[in-house]
């Protein structure tokens, strides 16, 4: 890792180990919801509204740091700048441009369907729309993990 200061080094460890946290609880999000869907449940305040709302919470805390880290980083917007968009190899490519723009697409959809359960009064449908939109949210997020560095 290039020396980029104790301030950039610590934003990048932030977003590298909180994402652990934010797959666990998006993961147990979806479940809940297919779990919650198929069982025909209801839909309680106590365990499935706080589940789904940590999902949605953590996942934009993880957003935002991924935004702080994509402009201070050198693999951010400053390899675009430096290298053009032709100039990036895949690598590059998958940190600079398809890892944050399909990132925030899948939190998009997270938040859509944090939306539209919401105006949902019957359960299995609340769970239905929670499963539907953040597990597209977390197929996206498992589809643009620079995995690479993240097994090394």
Do not use: C
């Amino acid at each position: 890792m290039e020396d980029y200061g104790l301030a950039h080094q610590w934003i990048l460890a932030l977003h590298s180990y909180f994402a652990y946290v934010v797959l666990a609880v998006l993961f147990l999000a979806v479940a809940n919801g297919i779990l919650g869907w198929t069982g025909n449940k209801d839909f309680t305040l106590r365990k499935d509204f706080r589940i789904s709302l940590f999902a949605l919470i953590l996942s934009h805390l993880q957003l935002l740091v991924g935004l702080v880290l994509y402009f201070v980083s050198s693999n951010g917007l400053n390899a675009i700048k430096t290298l053009g968009m032709g100039g990036l190899n895949s690598a590059s490519r998958l940190l600079a441009v398809e890892h944050p723009f399909i990132n925030i697409i899948a939190v998009v959809f997270i938040t859509v369907g944090w939306s539209k359960h919401k105006k949902v009064l019957e359960g299995k449908r609340k769970f239905k729309t929670i499963t539907i939109f953040y597990g597209l949210g977390l197929i996206l997020i498992l589809s643009r993990i620079p995995w690479a560095q993240w097994l090394n």
